[in-house]
């Protein structure tokens, strides 16, 4: 193959390489609204999915109804999405204890009244317990951080890691961050324990995991401080990310940021007060801080490159692998006569009288 042969197939392929990649972003911007509000309709669905199957409670025909309703109400209006996903739990809760139901509801219905632009930021909360089994809810504060700058990632990441630490020791599993990831939570435990439990049983049962003495509960509210204060600073940075001259410097400085929150809480205070040995510190938990932070990266990079404006080739741009095609040459349509001089008349005349 000819080396101008090889630029036209190669500028043929990079034009079909480019309009295939500039496709999501158009379907994005086209959609955004749509596209936006795909994340806490999936998230509502699953989670009621989830829950439902464990307690049985609905059968399979109508797990399959209530879910599909949850998401084109989720698409369409999130706030009726989330109302109508409150009350679709309300009997899965209630069919484990009717305590459970009561304190479940109430803390589930005061995101209506207060936070009701970031249902989102509460459906990736509850989703903490699901994300920590495939090792991903360390996610929560980065994701949370990047898109609902620093107060939203405090609160999803204080919010995610005490309702994963609840929910874990309601399982009768570790409530420790630092070595829960990867574990199984059997809510099947769960139902079978509170079924008969009464509502002192089930406070108490809650939260005793989390305060059996008083360096257990240190340790535990440090820890939940750590996803707080990891939050806090991928947001910090975030907030001005748009400002910077390089927002990948930026994005790597708040990625870094929310590391160093998470080293601090959980590891560098617990062992300076004497609440961790370094024996205890697994390897493990410092290598999956750090591949949930790039995941959260490559998350927001995906998705300010789908939300960066199309630009369009024009039509009349020059292809560099193709010679330019010079226009043919057109009569002039107002020619300019010039006089002649007295010689070329006395010239014209000559030439007529041999004729």
Same mark, same amino acid.
């Given at each position: ?10 500028g043929?392929v990079g ?24 994340p ?16 049985g ?7 399959i ?8 109400a ?12 409150v ?38 909360i509850?989703?903490a ?6 090792r ?17 990632g405090? %609160?999803?990441? %204080?919010?995610?890691?005490?309702w994963?630490k609840i ?8 409530s420790?961050?630092t070595?829960?990831s ?6 099947d435990?769960l ?12 406070? %108490? ?7 059996s ?17 990891a939050g806090?600073?991928?947001g ?6 748009d400002?910077m ?6 994005l ?27 024996s205890?510190?697994h390897?493990s ?19 300010r ?5 199309v630009?369009t080739?024009?039509?009349n ?7 330019p ?5 057109e ?5 300019v ?11 014209d005349?000559?030439?007529i009288?041999?004729?």
């Open positions: 193959m000819s080396r101008s042969a090889g630029r036209t197939v190669g043929i034009k079909m390489v480019g309009g295939i990649s500039l496709i999501p972003a158009r379907l994005y911007q086209r959609y955004r609204s749509l596209c936006d509000r795909l806490l309709a999936l998230g509502m669905a699953g989670l009621f999915t989830l829950t439902a199957r464990a307690t409670v609905f059968p399979e025909d109508w797990r109804f209530i879910a599909a309703s949850l998401l084109i989720g698409l369409i209006i999130p706030m009726a999405g989330y109302v109508f996903f009350l679709a739990l309300a009997l899965p809760l209630y069919s484990i204890s009717i305590y459970i139901a009561a304190l479940s509801l109430a803390i589930l219905i005061l995101p209506i009244f207060f936070l009701n632009r970031h249902l989102a930021a509460v459906v990736l509850l989703a317990p699901i994300l920590s089994q495939h991903i809810a360390l996610m929560i504060p980065f994701l949370a951080g990047m898109w609902w700058f620093e107060w939203g405090v %609160l999803a990441g %204080l919010g995610g890691a005490a994963l929910f874990a020791g309601m399982c009768r599993v570790t420790d961050l070595q829960l990867g574990q199984p939570l059997a809510a435990q139902i079978a324990r509170f079924h008969e439990a009464n509502s002192l049983q089930t406070l %108490l049962w809650s939260v005793q995991p989390l305060a003495d008083s360096q257990t509960l240190l340790l535990h509210i440090l820890q939940i401080l750590a996803w707080g204060l806090y600073g991928v910090l940075v975030r907030r001005r990310i400002s001259q390089r927002p990948g410097v930026g790597v400085a708040g990625i870094s940021a929310g590391l160093l929150g998470f080293g601090v809480g959980s590891v560098g205070i617990p062992l300076a007060l004497d609440l961790l040995e370094v205890d510190v390897l938990f410092l290598m999956e801080c750090s591949w949930n932070g790039a995941g959260a990266m490559g998350a927001y990079a995906v998705h490159s789908l939300a960066r404006p630009v080739p024009s039509p741009r020059i292809d560099p692998y193709r010679p095609i010079r226009p043919a040459l009569p002039d349509p107002n020619p006569v010039r006089p002649q001089s007295r010689d070329e008349e006395q010239m005349i000559i030439m009288d041999l004729d």
